[in-house]
């Protein structure tokens, strides 16, 4: 069984959705507007999804900013295109700068309910946090966040007794119970030491290949 991260991409350093409440509690982020763009409203966005696509048929976004004490508004796209590894919107009713100002440093949402459907083998990553991490049958710790970076498996943000940096990897995992909220996994030996998981993901591409063999 190969598991894979996907849609809900967090940026370095944001926590990802509350698993049990919050503003952030039944929608997911898609993108995030870091600047204008043009003189007519649009904004520029980074990606955090991995299905860029489907913003050719979602017509209801909502925004959300930190300032707006959970106060979501709701939006209509009236097109958008992808540029440079990103995407550019431009929302009904948002026709100058300066209204295209009050978007920024939104999050672009969607309720969880209309998240694009997955095939098997695959998890969201909000929905792993709050989720519990076993190796072994012993427990490490929850699931905090996931750090996405060079290396060939994100990384689970795990607090317990301290924090742990654990690769996501097909390798290393055992069960998936999303509805306990539960992550049963085999790690090797040592990985949970400090520099652990840099010298595992060195190890994956040959693990990888195992599994597919």
């Known amino acids: 069984m190969v598991l894979i991260l996907t849609e809900d ?3 370095p350093g944001a926590a990802p959705p509350p698993p049990d409440g919050g503003s952030q509690a039944g929608f997911v982020a898609i993108a995030k507007v870091t600047k204008t763009q043009g003189r007519k409203g649009e904004v520029a966005a ?33 097109h958008h295109w992808l540029h440079k590894g990103g995407v550019v919107l431009k929302f009904l ?19 969880l309910a209309e998240r694009a459907a997955l095939p098997d083998g695959s ?8 989720c519990t991490v076993f190796d072994s049958g012993r427990e490490i710790g929850r699931i905090e966040n996931v750090q996405f970076g060079s290396g060939e498996a994100p990384l689970l943000i795990v607090k317990g007794d301290k924090e742990y940096l654990v690769p996501f990897a097909a390798a290393y995992i055992e069960n998936v119970d999303l509805k ?14 400090v520099d652990a998981p840099l010298k595992a993901e060195g190890k ?8 597919k063999d």
């Open 9 to 11: 991409k967090r940026q």
């Open 46 to 78: 980074v990606l955090l999804t991995d299905f860029p696509e489907r913003f050719a048929t979602r017509k209801r976004l909502f925004a959300l900013n930190d300032a707006w004490r959970d106060q979501r508004r709701e939006l209509e796209l009236e």
């Open 93 to 111: 009713g948002v026709d100058s700068i300066s209204q295209a100002e009050e978007l920024l440093g939104c999050e672009i949402q969607v309720p």
């Open 123 to 130: 998890v969201y990553v909000s929905d792993l946090a709050g």
């Open 180 to 193: 306990r909220k539960r992550l049963d996994m085999k790690l090797p030996a040592g990985l949970l030491e």
């Open 204 to 211: 994956l591409d040959e693990k990888k290949r195992q599994i």
